[in-house]
């Protein structure tokens, strides 16, 4: 894209360079001039001009003009503290006040409030209203995590637009008229919707606060401390308020690179968790008896020293990851070494995947031509990539083709959207390769037709389609068919289960590859680590940040193998895991941790300490340096600094990266110092550089061998009824956004936390005689769960899904690590 | 009977309730012959100049040159429309309604010339819920007339088409704002819209669209048959053509009389409409609508009745309603009447007019209660001051124009209902005594 003319202009007096066109208030601002405003929020889209606190005056146009809204030309000469200016700035702050109820010594927002800002720096400073002030009811909840005060509320609307153009659930509206007109919801229900805290922190008075930190602090007694969140791999920069060494709240710290402006509710309310009744508070032995730092680490070393030894990392930042692997292979002399639920791609593929030409960043997306989604749905994955992803279709005018086993959220917005049965991923991948060369009427000629007229195309994809036997290949047959790597602003993007999945893999958290991707010898992966452990090849299991009874597919089989191995845990709660560990050590949290993660796009951010530890937790690093020091490793690490030297240094393409590099924003490796040493195809080894990858079999032999995909046929004929009578349907899992201990240990949230739901097309639900809301069994094998039927439309026949992660009925049970069938039958209900 | 001192021209034959069919209209005042000699003889430019070189000053309220107007939108392929402004709402105003009802194919003539000259392929006529008869009459002219082949696919044989729907309004004062009136077509709630870009660029359904008034659009079909020198005929130079005035308020005649525009205002109020009621005498009004700063008698009177005589009076002309108060009617009172309407019609959307008129309302209402002062006077005035030109759309100067001449000319009055605790005369409310109207319709 061309860059933007410069011109320049002159307000208030001085001279400033700006963009053509670009809007008056933010070309000011870039001249230091400040403009006070109230409903314009760039975030949100288009200006509307409605508050009209931005009016300046325009030299050669009569009336004042909103700045928020008015491009800016070349000689252009601005007033913005004048006479007329001035009155008319001091106008429209007594006319907000009118019916505003002063109420600031009671006001959450008291002390940080740019309404009070505004009229102390262009109000009139003294009222001249004494008439009645409108009244509502006050406070009421609007949602139960956000309550609404409409008397404060000075109608910018902020909170609307966010609702119907930004998160597009388009439940919050403008009621009634003139200065009776109030936000809220039809019918007054409920405003629930995965984003909606986003709503607290727009709101430019104290309308909308969070009953999570109600009364709870106030501006002067608090500390803002950036941080990311690491609770999903979207890993959104936040901002921990911090009062008395304590999470209160968690704020956006907007960066366009990562988050674009905005959380989701998990991450801006999922803090109170830390203080979970459930939390590990300190070291604890068999039992959950608590024990001394000293007793801990030496029972560990126990455990450890001189037998046959795994990991498996999960929750870990760069350096945890890359100190686990080192106890591992160099104190331990083990190669059995993962950071993946279930299988994954081997190094070469991998390798191949990390290529910078390759890979696409979060920003390409809000310039993209075309998107595609395949195998992921961001909302319960990653959830920012969701609202991006609206944002390039709303406001880009990019097109979405979506390639998923589950509807996904965004398929109401998309150009094509595709199912292909579970593990059915290479098989679509081949597909619309061929589709794209040109082939015949296909599933996959929908996608490819929005794919290939697009200049920019951003691929967005679960890592899941990696468990698929020859998913990494069917992948780089698509970027080699799109000529991905041939394009500007174009690539890959993961969406991976762990939420520092990327970090873990650079650290070295790989069965068969070292730091930086290096080729070391092969141990066993996850699946067969498990085995091992179960079947006694392997003695222990050291788990760091990992719950597999509850995240990882056949929880059967892992609780087989966690009892009949000695099992070292360093958990953050007490979780099904946790209590069959000989040790427990806890973690810290994503806002006591001090750490650097990798995001999926190649960014290193970092991870700051905002919030006290609870006195018995101790730093994962120091304490990961400790148990490598009882096992005979010293590894010069004695600090986070020191950590991330020795990560840096291991780490070809993070060498000579300094935290001062990283600072607030993050920086990608791809454009750091040392990019050139990033991993290539050629040092792959068995993976050479053309496009089609290692081990694979030809394209066309993989399509028709395995044609796993659906449309709006019926369900092949395998998949089907059975000759037993019964149905048998092929099984999808996902793992919902609020599944897991985020919503049960947090008392505000635990009106999220999802039962089980089975979700059926209509077709197999009359085939089964079940509707919504009946209580039925899955069973699989031998295991069996229960969930509650809910019909949905666009799931197709023959398939059928239920969600990963929750309390009761996990679909874990049911897995085994590739595509299943279930059976299904339905529960009478016993009336109590 | 008309008048004689009427000039009808878009009332000609008003009166006979066969010019509602579309064989009346024909018969009567040769109704379509206008438009099919566009459609098959003229060219696009040909009717946007001859339209232009009319004069034609939009009825609606602007006064913005409606063949300027329609020059505005951009050439090329793409879906264009056009929407007629039938959202009569203002108070005093009454002429679009009196206009659909008598000579509804005139309208749609007007509609089928007009999208000519815009190009338009859809047109809508957006009309107040309140206008149940006029949108049914409207309905079933336009049912003719797709039937006779002036509406639909391939009008009259020229490969030319245009849809058109009569849509009725959910009765909101703000949707004849020609951007609130797109939004609420839409589907939205009608709020204005911030301009640039204005409809002509991009308007509904992000289409350039072209917006008129009723009366402006009922004027297109004898522009195009006799040609701009012959309406220029009518009128002043600035303000060509004639007028339907909308007269009511304390006058003996209140109703709708068509004039050439410039005629003398006391020929209006006291010659067809009557003058006030016996004993009485002017003391202002409304020269267009409730919107317009009031002209005292003194001021007003006198004025010729157009665009730019009542601008250079420091009003307006606006939609050409007048609204006469005669010496028994209270000026706080129809100062507070005129902010309520505001008040209670404003969107809410942008601050100077969503709290000015609440504030100026509860102002009001104390000063008529006797509770204020006269400082509260100068607040008021000053309130007004600080609406006009600060909002979003002229809802908000529509009541700080007419509420702040009000204050300014007659604040004697003001400090008299002040000075007597509220102890106004009972008899001068607003509302006219019953029994003196339908003059008209």
């Known amino acids: ?832 | 009977m008309a008048d004689p001192r009427e000039t009808r021209v878009l009332l000609d034959q008003a009166e006979d309730p066969a010019l509602r069919t579309l064989e009346g209209y024909k018969r009567l005042v040769g109704g379509y012959s206008s438009m099919e000699n566009a459609y098959r003889t003229m060219e696009q430019d040909e009717v946007l100049s001859e339209l232009e070189d009319s004069g034609l000053r939009g009825r609606g309220g602007a006064g913005f040159s409606m063949g300027k107007k329609a020059s505005f939108l951009p050439r090329g392929e793409m879906q264009k429309y056009l929407c007629c402004n039938a959202d009569e709402s203002e108070p005093g105003a009454f002429k679009d309604r009196e206009l659909m009802q008598r000579n509804p194919h005139q309208l749609i003539e007007g509609i089928a010339i007009a999208a000519l000259a815009a190009d338009a392929g859809h047109a809508f006529i957006f009309i107040r819920g309140e206008y149940n008869d006029q949108a049914n009459i409207l309905d079933r002219a336009v049912a003719e007339a797709y039937e006779a082949g002036y509406l639909g696919t391939n009008i009259l044989g020229t490969h030319r088409d245009l849809e058109l729907v009569v849509h009725r309004g959910a009765g909101a004062y703000i949707c004849g704002e020609e951007t609130a009136l797109l939004d609420a077509l839409e589907g939205k709630r009608g709020n204005p819209r911030l301009k640039p870009p204005f409809p002509a660029v991009q308007g509904l359904y992000g289409g350039p669209t072209l917006i008129n008034n009723v009366e402006t659009l009922s004027n297109v079909p004898r522009i195009v048959a006799r040609g701009a020198d012959w309406f220029r005929g009518f009128g002043t130079e600035q303000s060509p053509g004639t007028k339907v005035v909308s007269i009511s308020g304390r006058v003996r005649r209140p109703g709708n009389y068509e004039v050439e525009l410039g005629i003398s205002t006391r020929e209006l109020i006291y010659g067809l409409a009557g003058g006030p009621l016996p004993g009485r005498a002017v003391k202002a009004f409304f020269p267009g609508g409730s919107s317009s700063p009031v002209l005292t008698a003194a001021e007003g009177l006198d004025l010729p009745y157009s665009f730019e005589a009542m601008a250079e009076a420091g009003s307006m002309l606006g939609s050409g309603s007048i609204i006469v108060a005669d010496d028994r009617v209270s000026i706080p009172q129809l100062a507070l009447r005129t902010a309520r309407f505001y008040h209670h019609e404003s969107c809410g959307k942008c601050t100077p007019c969503r709290e000015g008129t609440n504030w100026t309302t509860k102002m009001l209402e104390r000063v008529v209660r006797g509770e204020a002062t006269p400082m509260d006077l100068d607040i008021i005035a000053s309130v007004q001051q600080n609406i006009i030109g600060h909002c979003l759309c002229v809802l908000g100067d529509s009541m700080a124009m007419p509420v702040g001449a009000m204050v300014r000319k007659f604040r004697a009055e003001f400090e008299e209902v002040i000075e007597t605790a509220g102890g106004v005369d009972p008899h001068t409310v607003v509302a006219p005594p019953p029994g003196i109207l339908g003059a008209t319709l």
């Open chain 1, 1 to 832: 894209m061309s860059e933007p003319r410069e011109i320049s202009l002159t307000i208030d007096g001085r001279e400033i360079v700006a963009y053509e066109g670009e809007l008056l208030h933010d070309a000011a601002r870039k001249g230091d001039v400040e403009i006070p405003v109230f409903c314009y929020e760039p975030k949100l889209g288009d200006p509307v001009g409605a508050c009209r606190m931005c009016l300046v005056e325009i030299e050669g146009i009569p009336k004042l003009q909103t700045s928020c809204s008015t491009p800016v030309r070349e000689g252009m000469v601005v007033h913005t503290r004048t006479d007329q200016v001035k009155e008319a700035q001091s106008a429209v702050v007594e006319f907000l006040l009118v019916n505003h109820p002063l109420d600031c010594p009671v006001c959450d927002k008291g002390g940080e409030c740019p309404l009070q800002d505004i009229s102390m720096g262009w109000g009139p400073g003294k009222s001249r209203v004494i008439d009645e002030k409108r009244h509502f009811q006050k406070p009421i909840e609007l949602s139960p995590l956000i309550g609404i005060d409409r008397e404060r509320c000075i109608l910018c609307y902020r909170c609307v637009r966010f609702s119907q153009e930004v998160s597009e659930d388009a439940e919050l509206q403008l009621l009634e008229r003139g200065d009776r007109t109030f936000v809220g919801t039809f019918d007054d229900r409920p405003y629930i919707a995965p984003f909606h805290g986003n709503i607290t922190e727009l709101c430019p008075v104290g309308a909308l606060t969070s009953y999570t930190y109600r009364f709870r602090a106030r501006p002067w007694d608090i500390e803002q401390a950036g941080s990311v969140c690491t609770l999903c791999p979207s890993q959104c920069n936040v901002s921990f308020t911090v009062r008395d060494e304590r999470v209160k709240r968690v704020l956006g710290r907007d960066n366009a690179e990562v988050d674009d402006g905005w959380l989701c509710d998990r991450g801006r309310y999922g803090f109170e968790m830390f203080e979970s009744d459930r939390r590990v508070e300190g070291p604890q032995l068999r039992g959950g008896a608590a024990t001394g730092w000293e007793t801990a680490i030496e029972r560990a070393a126990e455990v450890l020293r001189g037998r046959r030894v795994a990991a498996i990392v999960g929750d870990a930042s760069n350096e945890e990851a890359f100190l686990a692997q080192r106890i591992l292979r160099d104190a331990l002399g083990s190669a059995d070494l993962d950071s993946r639920p279930s299988r994954g791609a081997d190094r070469a593929s991998l390798v191949r995947l990390a290529e910078p030409a390759l890979g696409a960043k979060v920003r390409d997306i809000d310039d993209a031509d075309a998107i595609l989604l395949l195998g992921t749905d961001p909302l319960h994955s990653s959830p920012i990539l969701d609202l991006r992803i609206r944002k390039a279709i709303r406001r880009g005018g990019a097109k979405l083709a979506v390639a998923t086993e589950r509807p996904t959220a965004l398929d109401g917005g998309a150009a094509a959207a595709v199912r292909y049965l579970p593990g059915g991923a290479t098989g679509f991948l081949f597909g619309l390769a061929a589709a794209l060369r040109g082939g015949g009427e296909s599933p996959e000629s929908a996608v490819a037709e929005v794919l290939g007229g697009a200049e920019r195309v951003v691929v967005v994809w679960g890592d899941r389609v990696l468990r698929e036997e020859n998913g990494a290949g069917a992948l780089l047959d698509l970027v080699a068919t799109l000529k991905l790597v041939e394009r500007d602003d174009s690539g890959l993007l993961e969406v991976p289960d762990f939420a520092n999945a990327r970090g873990l893999r650079e650290a070295g958290c790989l069965p068969d590859a070292g730091p930086g991707l290096a080729e070391v010898a092969a141990g066993r992966p996850t699946e067969q680590i498990r085995a091992a452990l179960e079947s006694g090849e392997l003695d222990a299991v050291l788990l760091f940040g990992v719950d597999p009874l509850r995240d990882f597919p056949d929880t059967a089989a892992w609780d087989a193998a966690l009892t009949a191995a000695d099992v070292v845990s360093f958990s953050m709660f007490e979780t099904a895991t946790a209590a069959k560990a000989d040790v427990v050590l806890p973690l810290e949290t994503h806002a006591e941790k001090d750490g650097t993660v990798t995001h999926p796009d190649g960014r290193l951010q970092r991870v700051r300490p905002s919030a006290t530890r609870p006195a018995a937790v101790r730093s994962n690093v120091r304490v990961l340096t400790e148990l490598a020091a009882a096992l005979g490793l010293d590894t010069g690490i004695t600090s986070q600094p020191s950590a991330f030297a020795a990560l840096t240094t291991a780490v070809p393409f993070y060498n000579g990266i300094e935290d001062s590099d990283i600072g607030g924003r993050g920086l990608r490796w791809q454009e750091g110092p040392s990019a050139a040493n990033a991993p290539a195809a050629g040092a792959a080894g068995a993976g050479s550089a053309d496009a089609t990858p290692r081990s694979s079999s030809s394209p066309s032999e993989i399509g028709s061998a395995a044609p796993r995909r659906v449309s709006d046929e019926p369900a092949p004929a395998a998949l089907s009824g059975t000759d037993a009578g019964g149905l048998e349907l092929a099984l999808g899992t996902y793992r919902d956004l609020w599944a897991g201990p985020l919503t049960e240990l947090n008392a505000p949230l635990k009106f999220l936390a999802p039962r089980q739901k089975l979700e059926l097309s209509l077709g197999d639900a009359e085939k089964l005689q079940v509707k919504t809301g009946d209580a039925v069994s899955v069973s699989q094998n031998g295991s069996s769960v229960e969930a509650e039927v809910q019909i949905k439309e666009r799931v197709p026949a023959g398939v059928c899904f239920l969600s990963e992660g929750v309390a009761e009925g996990n679909a874990n049970a049911l897995l085994n690590g590739g595509p299943v069938s279930v059976e299904i039958s339905k529960l009478e209900r016993v009336e109590a």
